[in-house]
């Protein structure tokens, strides 16, 4: 079934506790920002719409005004997601490398002052990290093409269409390879994170079976609980949109998303980052990247190509097979 052991997963977690609770209010401060901008847009909506002479305009232009809000909070949220990945994801991605390596971390929140200063360390500015995480999802799309999804063991036309879902969960499954492999990035603390990162996804790629089915077993542990938490939040959704005004009771099923998102945002990708940084940690023990699979890369992905050119120059990113040092 999946490799990683949930018991050591969780206590790791709970010594990060610094970190859950600065995710918590960040991604519920979002949520809140959401839920504000919708009640602001949704009346601005509803006061424009006493001016239409159709009885249902306040409660169209309230539906309408709501969505321009959220849609406002969404442009911010994604402009200052370099921010959160630099601040909030990384340093807690570092913390928990040095607890699995079982090396000694600050308690309290001295730990966040000690994320920060290792993630400043490797990555020295957020653009930086931000670059490296995009390089790594785009070469990380291109792995999953090569190794193949289950498609490639049906070839019962009937069983396609199922061969095509379990493909895009396979796909769903790996939001937090790229974050597994910035983990790597942060437990060799070598000089050169680009070089660091094109080992890594080398590694990722040669044991891309172990690493895939692991990942399929938290994407489908996660979203249930994602799904879950959507459930239960279903009904405060529904509180706070009665005393906005208009008749968008459907807006609590938008919102109730909203919420579960930041729970998964905040607690659940936490525990599915852990966990697959264990089992990955633990296959790639005493390996070397495969020369083939550099090659492999090389031709196929764009991003693998500009992480060669990173590291060793123009000429290099377009030969396959370049110098692979050891893990």
């Not at 069983?159 to 910035?182: C, H, K, M, P, W």
């Not at 249930?224 to 009904?235: C, I, Y």
């Amino acid at each position: 079934m999946w490799d990683f052991d949930i018991g050591r997963t969780l206590a790791v977690l709970a010594r990060t506790w610094p970190f859950l609770l600065m995710r918590l209010v960040v991604y519920f401060a979002i949520t809140a920002a959401y839920v504000l901008a919708a009640g602001v847009g949704a009346g601005i909506g509803f006061g424009v719409g006493h001016v239409m002479t159709d009885p249902d305009g306040p409660y169209a232009f309230a539906a309408w005004g709501g969505l321009a809000g959220i849609g406002v909070v969404a442009v911010a949220v994604y402009w200052l997601r370099e921010y959160i990945l630099y601040v909030v994801k990384a340093g807690h991605i570092a913390v928990m490398v040095h607890l699995v390596e079982g090396r000694e971390v600050p308690d309290g929140q001295g730990q966040i002052a000690y994320a920060r200063q290792i993630v400043t360390k490797r990555f020295v500015e957020a653009n930086v990290l931000f670059l490296l995480d995009q390089l790594i999802k785009g070469v990380v799309r291109v792995i999953t093409g090569l190794i193949g999804g289950i498609a490639a063991f049906l070839p019962i036309p009937g069983l396609q269409g199922l061969a095509r879902f379990v493909n895009t969960v396979i796909r769903l499954s790996l939001t937090y390879v790229d974050e597994v492999v910035l983990a790597y990035n942060v437990r060799l603390d070598s000089s050169d994170p680009y070089d660091t990162a094109r080992r890594g996804v080398i590694l990722y790629a040669q044991n891309g079976t172990v690493m895939i089915r692991n990942a399929v077993w938290l994407a489908v542990f996660l979203w249930g609980l994602a799904f879950l938490v959507f459930l239960v939040m279903l009904a405060p959704a529904a509180a706070v949109l009665y005393l906005m005004p208009g008749q968008i009771a459907g807006w609590s099923f938008v919102l109730a998303i909203i919420f579960a998102w930041a729970v998964k945002a905040a607690v659940l990708e936490p525990f599915a980052v852990c966990a697959l940084m264990q089992v990955y940690f633990r296959t790639i023990e005493g390996q070397t990247p495969n020369p083939d699979w550099d090659r492999r890369l090389t031709e196929a992905s764009r991003h693998f190509r500009e992480l060669k050119e990173k590291t060793f120059g123009p000429a290099a990113a377009r030969q396959g097979g370049a110098d692979a040092s050891p893990a």
